[in-house]
């Protein structure tokens, strides 16, 4: 009896492996996804008001506003996943545990900063040339900073660096 239940366990334990692929792309997709918007439409914005935004630019439009919520979800449930694939004693990490940081910071610089500005120069867009041109460069380099601390967690969880 108790041999079979070891069985049980490893054909359990099968299924998880064999999710944790799933999981870990849906989950780097949906992390980047859910910064996109932020990071590209500084530079897709033009300052020609006139022309029409291109279907990356509309597209990311929309991520931005009503998709960020779904995405959101999405990511959280992936990450879940991971921990409970990989096991719980993962988030004692230190690696992971700033990468987490890094992440959540650059949430809340999307979500009270980046984004705001954004929605202010789709307005300001009719506006000023020399005014929205000046706007769209601050952005571009929270952007810059935006993409840095992406680049650090990607290489955070790629290198896994013992870092105390």
């Known amino acids: 009896m108790a041999g ?14 064999n999710w944790f692929p799933v999981l870990l792309i849906t989950h780097v997709a949906l992390a980047i996804i859910l910064l996109a918007p932020s990071l590209l439409l500084p530079f897709l ?21 009503t998709g960020s919520v779904v995405i959101a979800v999405g990511l959280a449930a992936t990450g879940v996943g991971l921990v409970v694939s990989i096991g ?14 890094v992440y959540a910071a650059n949430l809340v610089t999307a979500a009270l900063i980046s ?23 601050r952005q571009r380099y929270l952007a810059y900073g935006m993409a840095a601390a992406t680049g650090l ?12």
Do not use: C, Y
């Open 115 to 137: 984004r705001p500005n954004l929605r202010r120069l789709m307005r300001l867009s009719d506006s000023s040339p020399d005014a929205f041109r000046q706007r769209v460069r």
């Open 45 to 65: 914005l033009r300052d020609d008001a006139a022309r029409a935004p291109g279907a990356m630019t509309r597209a990311l439009m929309t991520m931005q506003g």
């Open 4 to 17: 079979h239940r070891v069985i049980v366990n490893e054909k359990q334990a099968e299924v998880w492996v």
């Open 153 to 164: 967690i990607g290489f955070l969880m790629s290198t896994k660096p013992a870092l105390w």
């Open 88 to 101: 719980s004693s993962v988030l004692t990490e230190p690696w992971l545990l700033l990468a987490l940081s």
